[in-house]
């Protein structure tokens, strides 16, 4: 359990960047040339793989690659939808929350082998 946690704090941090790196150029490095803001995201996915790396190699010791995969999609869509309202100052829209339930779908699909095996 404990790798799981540590997995979950990891790929966390390491989205943040991840959503910075790919996203916050939009926004503050507009008028920028495309290459300046490649290379500054760049600079920050760095740190981004830094923290990934290290993160799906703890995972996979307890999780499937699919599970890896799955995590990995849930903490983006709690990290993105954030980074949007807030930072990005995108209007919120319904479109979130079903995204977020066909991610919900995934978890279930996925993990549901591990559901049952936990009960016995």
Known sequence: MREIGLTIGLLSISNVFMTFAW???LKDLSTKPWLVAALI???IAFFEY???VPANRIGFNVLSLGQLKILQEVITLSIFVPFSLFYM???LKLDYLWAGLCILGAVYFIF???MANAGS
């Open 41 to 43: 995201s760049w600079g």
């Open 23 to 25: 996203y916050a150029h």
């Open 89 to 91: 100052k995108e209007p």
């Open 112 to 114: 549901r082998g591990n």
């Open 50 to 52: 830094m923290l990934q």
